[in-house]
Every structure is written in structure tokens, then in C-alpha cells.
């Protein structure tokens, strides 16, 4: 007779628990409450429909990039490699990004499609990791180049000690996070010594089982990166596009705050009060700020931070003269580059209902073997 399994609060219960909380509580606060969806809705004339349309488009015109990107750097070495299966990959890593915490479950989930289509594993990865590096890099870019142009802005939005905490903080992961990356890039030796170092952690506290294993896959999947990498800067062509490409979708995810802004008619506004009127500059260098703090949440969608730090950049254009549309700016905003993708990137997940069977196959194999 099989013994009733013990139930047991894991850590990983907990912190689901406090995702659901928290997106619970945001859910009902941006739609119930005051200038929330349903206020929004009932007052169809207090923003602009035509403009909140331009900001969907805008963002959705980022997820076509990485398509043209993903398509880039598959057909490097797999010809027949289709836009259709390159669209179907961007928008599984949408969907299983913006459902998990610090976007970690969109790349296994597009390994797993690219595997079906006979890409692969070490070369995926490869890829996505390369894309991945690329747009990296050019957020950081954006960041140094938006300091450094907006740095009065940039210093005043140091209010207290929680804040200026909160902001260097992200801003300065966002740079180690670049950096380490590219030592993985282009310094072999050191990330060898990395690696090593790793295995003696794993192996010392022991809270990984069977850490050979895992070292020996990494340092096949980090090799099969180091390759992929050579053959890129083998292609001066290929490396251009894809920069200049990842720079578009960047400036497209960026510019989505301006046309939010228009559609409540706050440039309007800011002129009758005597206000000067930021341009989409203004707010690119802006919103780079928004999105290098608030990657600091790990929480699915950067849930409660997002909001925070939007509120704590972008409010002093969304409330004066008398007017406050920060909080319905916020969920315009979230409805446009969270909700909204989530929503026409939940039917691409279909593609994906098989994985669950052959991880348990696979286990079950492991098993066997052992």
C-alpha cells in the first residue's frame, strides 16, 4: 500500500502565492477603483482610442522585430527555417515570459519549439542567447545615452533615500548584468574559471544533485555559444542588421508612454498651465529609466514595481493643472506592453502542450538509467 505523500510549504508555494497576491490586488486596484478600466470605459471620450490603437501597434511592431532577428539568426545555419515558425517562437517567448518571474520562462519554452522544428538544442540556444546579448547591449546604450541627456531630470527623480536606492541599484545591475555578458562574449579563459569556480560552490554546499552533470552541460552549451559567437563577427553584415534591428524595437517599446500621453490630451494641458510639452525624446530617455528599475522586481511582468517606478518617472506629466491621469495612464500603459501581449500571445502556447509528456518521458528515462 503506497504511503499518502506528506503536504509540505515549499518555498516555491510561497512565493506563487505571493505572485497571485500581489497580481490580485493589482488587478482589482487598476480595475474597480477610482479612474480604473471600468471608470476608463465608461468614459470613452476622456482619452483618445485612435492614439491608444498607435501605442498597440507601436509595441506590437516589436514582437515583428524579433521575428525578423529570431529569422536572422536561425537561417544562419538552418535555410528552411520559416518566418511563420520564427513568428510562432517570438510570441511563445512573449507569452512564457510575461507569465514568469523575471522573464526566465520564454527562451526553455522556445528552445522546446525550435527542437520540433529539428533546430538544434545547442544552436538555439546559441541563438536566443546572441539576441538576447544584442538587445541587451542596446538597452544599456539607451541608458547611458539617456543619463547622460537627461540628467537633471535623471537626479530629480532622487526624492528620498528609498528611491535613490531603487534607482542606482537598477541601473547599476543593468550594467553588470552587460558587462558579465560580454566577458561570457569574448573572454574564454575568464569564463572558464567562472564555470570552475560554480562547480566548486555547487559541489561544496551540495544543494545541486549530480553537479557534474550540470558543469559538463554548461561548458557544452557555453562552447557551442563561443562558436556561434565567432561566426557572427565572421558575418559583419549579419551583426550590423541585427543591431540596427534590435535598436528599432527597442526605440518601439520605448515610445509607447508618448502616444499614451497624447491620447489623454496632456499635451494640451501641460501648454494651459504654462508647462513646457516633452517630446517622444523626452520620453524614450524616460521610459529607459522606467525599464532598467523596474527589471529589478523578479515577479512576473515586473508586477508592482513596473507600476512604481512608471508612476515615479512619468508622474509629473500625467497630473498638473489640475488634472490626474496617472493612475489610467498605468493601465493603458500595462494593457498595451503586458496584458495586451499576453493576450495575443496565449494562443502560440498550443504549440507548446507536448512539453510537459516529454519532460516526464525524459525523467522517467533519467530514472531508469540511474
Not at 482610442?49 to 522585430?65: E, G, S
Not at 515558425?85 to 510575461?98: E, I, Q
Not at 559541489?203 to 563561443?226: A, G
Not at 498605468?330 to 494562443?347: E, F, H, K, M, Q
Request: proline letters at 3%; one cysteine or more.
Amino acid at each position: 500500500m503506497e504511503k499518502k505523500k506528506k503536504f509540505r510549504i515549499s518555498g516555491k508555494l510561497i512565493f506563487n502565492l505571493i505572485v497571485f497576491g500581489i497580481t490580485v490586488y493589482l488587478g482589482v486596484y487598476f480595475f474597480v477603483s477610482e479612474d480604473g478600466l471600468i471608470d476608463l470605459l465608461s468614459k470613452p471620450n476622456s482619452f483618445s482610442l485612435f492614439w491608444v490603437i498607435i501605442a498597440f501597434l507601436v509595441y506590437d511592431f516589436n514582437i515583428f522585430i524579433d521575428t525578423i532577428v529570431t529569422l536572422i539568426f536561425v537561417r544562419s545555419q538552418y535555410k528552411d527555417f520559416r518566418f511563420i515558425d520564427a513568428l510562432k517562437v517570438s510570441f511563445v517567448g512573449v507569452f512564457f515570459g510575461a507569465i514568469t518571474p523575471s522573464n526566465t520562462g520564454g527562451q526553455p519554452m522556445q528552445l522546446y519549439l525550435m527542437s520540433k522544428k529539428n533546430i538544434g538544442v545547442g544552436f538555439g540556444s546559441a541563438c536566443m542567447t546572441q539576441k538576447f546579448i544584442v538587445y541587451q547591449i542596446v538597452t544599456t546604450i539607451f541608458s547611458i545615452f539617456a543619463v547622460i541627456f537627461k540628467f537633471e531630470y535623471f537626479q530629480s527623480a532622487f526624492t528620498n533615500i528609498w528611491s535613490t536606492l531603487f534607482i542606482i541599484f537598477g541601473f547599476s545591475v543593468q550594467l553588470i548584468v552587460t558587462a558579465l555578458f560580454l566577458v561570457v562574449s569574448f573572454c574564454n579563459g575568464i569564463t572558464n574559471k567562472m564555470i570552475k569556480l560554480i562547480y566548486k560552490i555547487m559541489k561544496k554546499f551540495k544543494f545541486v544533485k549530480d553537479p557534474e552533470q550540470k558543469i559538463e552541460r554548461l561548458y557544452n552549451e557555453v562552447s557551442m555559444f563561443h562558436q556561434a559567437n565567432k561566426a557572427l563577427f565572421k558575418n559583419p553584415k549579419l551583426l550590423v542588421s541585427t543591431y540596427l534591428l534590435v535598436m528599432v524595437q527597442v526605440l518601439a517599446i520605448l515610445s509607447v508612454p508618448y502616444f499614451i500621453y497624447i491620447s489623454f490630451g496632456m499635451p494640451e494641458v501641460a501648454i494651459a498651465s504654462g508647462t513646457s510639452v516633452p517630446n517622444l525624446f523626452d520620453f524614450i530617455c524616460i521610459q529607459s529609466f522606467v525599464l532598467f528599475t523596474s527589471n529589478l522586481v523578479p515577479l512576473p511582468g515586473a508586477s508592482g514595481g513596473a507600476e512604481l517606478a512608471f508612476t515615479m518617472y512619468f508622474g509629473q506629466f500625467f497630473v498638473l493643472g489640475g488634472v490626474n491621469k496617472i493612475k489610467p495612464a498605468i493601465l493603458l500603459w500595462r494593457l498595451v506592453t503586458y496584458y495586451g501581449a499576453i493576450v495575443i500571445s496565449a494562443p502560440f502556447s498550443y504549440y507548446t502542450k507536448d512539453k510537459k509528456a516529454e519532460d516526464k518521458k525524459l525523467k522517467e528515462l533519467e530514472l531508469k538509467q540511474e
